[in-house]
């Protein structure tokens, strides 16, 4: 069954200390593969789209990059306001599947 | 900036009511969609839809749900008869269409609409 999956579930984090998430996907036929922060209460927010295996994509201090299997969302040296969950979401070309989500908090 | 709308913010409906959530997509996007998203759970792809008809949809998007672009604006998911397992927060999303690419690209979320089935 393709799947979706997220790790950590919860990460508990310093102001200033680096850390990564973990994106694994089994489906066939990526299309693509995104990322997405959703604050309590709202929509997600786009952040990157990755399609190929070794693509890196940047903004301010994250960082994401993909594998044939994974993808990984670096965030380095993040801030209070890096804290909210963090989705990833596939599309297989028959549908577009989300991960459960990894909640992030960054404590000041 | 750009964004999109949904309304209402909250709907509250018995069960067996039939319900029409709106969006207002971004105004030159050409693709919308809608997911859903249980209390406590992953967010859930429902339906795409594109050039007046819809694209792909989801297992979860049978008989009892249909959407409609009846304007060049509005976008809407109408849940004809809601069952208690129906309560869940819809999000609406829009995206351009970059050529070749058919839809792939960055969606803009909006805020949502919370829907009580009681």
């Known amino acids: 069954e393709d799947q979706v999956t997220q790790s950590p579930e919860a990460l508990r984090l310093q102001e200033g200390e680096s850390s990564s998430l973990n994106c694994s996907y089994t489906v066939s036929g990526l299309r693509g593969l995104f990322w997405y922060r959703q604050d309590p209460g709202k929509g997600p927010e786009f952040l990157f789209t990755?399609?190929?295996a070794g693509e890196e994509k940047e903004k301010e201090r994250l960082k994401a990059t993909l594998t044939k299997k994974e993808s990984f969302l670096h965030i380095t040296a993040p801030k209070p306001e890096d804290s909210a969950t963090y989705l990833c979401a596939v599309d297989y070309g028959q549908n577009f599947v989300f991960g459960p989500g990894t909640r992030l908090s960054v404590l000041p | 900036e750009p964004e999109v709308t949904q309304t209402p913010s909250h709907q509250v409906t018995q069960m067996g009511q039939e319900v029409i959530l709106r969006c207002v997509p971004i105004?030159?996007?050409?693709?919308f969609y809608w997911y859903r998203q249980i209390l406590g759970q992953k967010v859930e792809f429902l339906v795409s839809?594109?050039?007046?008809?819809?694209?792909?949809k989801s297992e979860i998007f049978d008989d009892q749900f249909s959407v409609e672009r009846p304007d060049g604006s509005n976008f809407t998911l109408k849940i004809r008869s809601t069952k208690l397992e129906d309560s869940a927060m819809y999000f609406c999303a829009s995206s351009e269409d970059p050529s070749g690419s058919g839809g792939l690209n960055e969606q803009f979320f909006g805020p949502g609409t919370r829907l009580t089935v009681l």
């Open positions: 839809f594109y050039n007046n008809e819809i694209s792909e």
């Open positions: 990755l399609y190929s």
């Open positions: 105004s030159n996007h050409l693709y």
